[in-house]
């Protein structure tokens, strides 16, 4: 089926006029040997007519004087017998879609174009790009992709091809343009204009390729981090539930106790009073028994019998007197009653101030956030730092403010003598940097450097040459009127971001983290740099050669 497919197709090629890139209509063939619709050809050698020399559209051989064209009766009939048996109808993959570049050349059916010419500034499809890779005078043309936007090339005013571009006005021209409204304006060559603006793409693309690292390094460490957020919470979670189940075993235990001991002391007290209350039943009956007696003595006729029995019957026992209980009322077990409220209102206030304590604690839970969405600048204001200039550790040609706090470049010293940490114009603040900092820098002049440096820059780099930012013990900003460029390691990286003349520095020690950004009306993120630091740093100030450049660190309490 394949080979009876690519045979029909071949057949379909060898009847195919190449100027309708369609089936021949009333054949003709030129004298070169090509053959094509008598219309298409006879259209063509219209438009030459001004010229009188008269070419062949696919060898681009020249007749002089126009050839007179003749039917070609067989391919006429081969192409008759085609039409019959039906092969016209094989499926064309060449023809254009809706989206699709068309060929400029083709008249009949657009066949969608294989490469458009920069030369030519038209399309062709498979069949009308030939001459170009056939004949020699095509050589120095230029083919790319299909596009559909070669009519730009174009200059409106002139109708010649742009091929020049005017820096001053940033402007693709023609070299008509260059010699008229554009004359005396800095111009070069579009070739030459590319080749720059192709350097400053590869350094915009490894920019926003670091940029691309550093979000993806983010990105991972914030799944850590909510890894982590979510392990504390857990385990704070479980270690509380087992506190609160210990102090609620706890007040169980105390629950008991006061309840076992409550029941006790009432069984003690209770039978001690029912003891005391049979012993006075067995009085109450014995003194009963002794006033029956007395009652039926009273009652003898028998003086001298009375008498004799009286002295034995009026005899009373102690435990049997006249004497009664002195009882007061009790308060029996309302104390305990009293004792284990007051228990209750002292761990009610406890865990009432406590609580408060617990409650901040957890709210206070703090996690760095993500630099993709800095904070407010209040935030960082929390962690602001008076940075003060180090005289000490200077170039010898930055004139020092008497607060210590402003550097400013000056070509003539007048101060000479002065040693410098290396010969970039220098000068580091005298704070050892850890835990969370934040300060500003406001800047003047053609551009300056904020700078962060570990303590061992100075040690390695006090008598040197190498600036901040071209070793990996220091990390740098460079501000100017044209944007920022930061600097570690010695690699530079374009920093897009709004201009300003303040900068505001965070870092993060502990975390690793260091972020400088913009600051006007409202604070721009724009650099991040996530490492280890090792040691303390310092903060920094680098200038320019430029005279009267300046630079202060801001108060900011």
Same mark, same amino acid.
């Given at each position: 089926?394949?080979?009876?497919?690519?045979?029909?197709? &071949?057949?379909?090629?060898?009847?195919?006029?190449?100027?309708?890139?369609?089936?021949?209509?009333?054949?003709?063939?030129?004298?070169?040997?090509?053959?094509?619709?008598?219309?298409?050809?006879?259209?063509?050698?219209?438009?030459?007519?001004?010229?009188?020399?008269?070419?062949?559209?696919?060898?681009?051989?020249?007749?002089?004087?126009?050839?007179?064209?003749?039917?070609?009766?067989?391919?006429?009939?081969?192409?008759?017998?085609?039409?019959?048996?039906?092969?016209?109808?094989?499926?064309?993959?060449?023809?254009?879609?809706?989206?699709?570049?068309?060929?400029?050349?083709?008249?009949?059916?657009?066949?969608?174009?294989?490469?458009?010419?920069?030369?030519?500034?038209?399309?062709?499809?498979?069949? @009308?790009?030939?001459?170009?890779?056939?004949?020699?005078?095509?050589?120095?043309?230029?083919?790319?992709?299909?596009?559909?936007?070669?009519?730009?090339?174009?200059?409106?005013?002139?109708?010649?091809?742009?091929?020049?571009?005017?820096?001053?006005?940033?402007?693709?021209?023609?070299?008509?343009?260059?010699?008229?409204?554009?004359?005396?304006?800095?111009?070069?060559?579009?070739?030459?204009?590319?080749?720059?603006?192709?350097?400053?793409?590869?350094?915009?693309?490894?920019?926003?390729?670091?940029?691309?690292?550093?979000?993806?390094?983010?990105?991972?460490?914030?799944?850590?981090?909510?890894?982590?957020?979510?392990?504390?919470?857990?385990?704070?979670?479980?270690?509380?539930?087992?506190?609160?189940?210990?102090?609620?075993?706890?007040?169980?235990?105390?629950?008991?106790?006061?309840?076992?001991?409550?029941?006790?002391?009432?069984?003690?007290?209770?039978?001690?009073?029912?003891?005391?209350?049979?012993?006075?039943?067995?009085?109450?009956?014995?003194?009963?028994?002794?006033?029956?007696? &007395?009652?039926?003595?009273?009652?003898?006729?028998? @003086?001298?019998?009375?008498?004799?029995?009286?002295?034995?019957?009026?005899?009373?026992?102690?435990?049997?007197?006249?004497?009664?209980?002195?009882?007061?009322?009790?308060?029996?077990?309302?104390?305990?009653?009293?004792?284990?409220?007051?228990?209750?209102?002292?761990?009610?206030?406890?865990?009432?101030?406590?609580?408060?304590?617990?409650?901040?604690?957890?709210?206070?839970?703090?996690?760095?956030?993500?630099?993709?969405?800095?904070?407010?600048?209040?935030?960082?204001?929390?962690?602001?730092?008076?940075?003060?200039?180090?005289?000490?550790?200077?170039?010898?040609?930055?004139?020092?403010?008497?607060?210590?706090?402003?550097?400013?470049?000056?070509?003539?010293?007048?101060?000479?003598?002065?040693?410098?940490?290396?010969?970039?114009?220098?000068?580091?603040?005298?704070?050892?940097?850890?835990?969370?900092?934040?300060?500003?820098?406001?800047?003047?002049?053609?551009?300056?450097?904020?700078?962060?440096?570990?303590?061992?820059?100075?040690?390695?780099?006090?008598?040197?040459?190498?600036?901040?930012?071209?070793?990996?013990?220091?990390?740098?900003?460079?501000?100017?009127?044209?944007?920022?460029?930061?600097?570690?390691?010695?690699?530079?990286?374009?920093?897009?971001?709004?201009?300003?003349?303040?900068?505001?520095?965070?870092?993060?020690?502990?975390?690793?983290?260091?972020?400088?950004?913009?600051?006007?009306?409202?604070?721009?993120?724009?650099?991040?740099?996530?490492?280890?630091?090792?040691?303390? &740093?310092?903060?920094?100030?680098?200038?320019?050669?430029?005279?009267?450049?300046?630079?202060?660190?801001?108060?900011?309490?």
């Amino acid at each position: 089926m394949a080979e009876a497919q690519k045979g029909v197709q &071949l057949d379909r090629e060898t009847f195919t006029c190449s100027i309708c890139v369609d089936l021949l209509k009333d054949p003709v063939t030129v004298s070169c040997g090509h053959s094509y619709c008598m219309s298409c050809i006879t259209t063509h050698w219209d438009k030459e007519d001004e010229r009188s020399v008269y070419s062949c559209p696919q060898c681009r051989q020249t007749f002089t004087p126009r050839p007179v064209l003749l039917k070609n009766t067989i391919l006429a009939v081969l192409v008759e017998k085609m039409k019959k048996s039906g092969l016209h109808s094989a499926p064309d993959h060449r023809h254009s879609g809706h989206e699709d570049v068309v060929c400029d050349v083709c008249t009949g059916s657009k066949q969608k174009a294989c490469k458009s010419c920069l030369f030519c500034l038209i399309s062709f499809c498979e069949t @009308h790009l030939q001459p170009h890779y056939e004949i020699p005078a095509y050589a120095k043309h230029k083919l790319v992709e299909p596009s559909k936007k070669l009519q730009e090339n174009i200059c409106s005013r002139h109708d010649e091809v742009m091929k020049m571009f005017c820096r001053t006005d940033q402007q693709c021209i023609c070299y008509l343009c260059s010699v008229d409204e554009h004359k005396g304006h800095d111009t070069v060559s579009a070739t030459a204009e590319r080749t720059e603006r192709q350097k400053e793409l590869e350094v915009n693309r490894q920019s926003i390729q670091q940029r691309i690292q550093n979000k993806e390094r983010d990105v991972k460490q914030l799944q850590q981090e909510v890894e982590a957020i979510n392990h504390s919470a857990d385990r704070a979670v479980e270690q509380g539930e087992r506190i609160f189940t210990e102090i609620m075993s706890l007040m169980e235990r105390r629950r008991s106790d006061v309840k076992q001991q409550v029941r006790s002391q009432q069984e003690a007290e209770v039978n001690r009073v029912k003891e005391l209350q049979e012993k006075l039943e067995q009085e109450i009956m014995e003194l009963k028994r002794k006033d029956a007696e &007395l009652k039926k003595l009273s009652f003898t006729e028998d @003086h001298i019998q009375f008498l004799q029995d009286y002295p034995l019957l009026s005899q009373i026992s102690d435990s049997t007197g006249s004497s009664s209980m002195n009882i007061h009322p009790l308060k029996y077990f309302e104390d305990v009653t009293a004792a284990v409220s007051k228990v209750r209102d002292k761990l009610q206030d406890a865990l009432s101030e406590k609580w408060t304590n617990v409650s901040s604690t957890v709210t206070d839970v703090e996690v760095l956030p993500s630099q993709t969405e800095p904070k407010t600048r209040a935030y960082f204001l929390k962690y602001s730092r008076d940075i003060t200039l180090d005289r000490s550790i200077r170039h010898q040609q930055l004139l020092i403010s008497k607060r210590n706090r402003k550097a400013t470049y000056m070509k003539d010293p007048k101060q000479p003598g002065l040693y410098g940490i290396n010969n970039s114009h220098q000068v580091l603040g005298e704070e050892s940097l850890t835990g969370r900092c934040y300060w500003e820098v406001e800047w003047r002049g053609e551009g300056v450097s904020v700078a962060v440096a570990d303590k061992d820059f100075i040690r390695d780099r006090m008598f040197g040459s190498t600036g901040f930012g071209h070793d990996d013990k220091s990390w740098a900003l460079d501000c100017d009127h044209f944007g920022y460029g930061f600097w570690h390691n010695n690699i530079h990286t374009l920093v897009p971001g709004p201009r300003s003349s303040r900068v505001g520095v965070f870092l993060d020690h502990s975390e690793g983290i260091l972020s400088f950004y913009s600051i006007s009306d409202s604070m721009t993120l724009l650099h991040t740099v996530q490492t280890a630091f090792t040691q303390p &740093l310092c903060a920094g100030l680098g200038f320019e050669c430029s005279s009267g450049d300046s630079a202060e660190f801001c108060r900011l309490k």
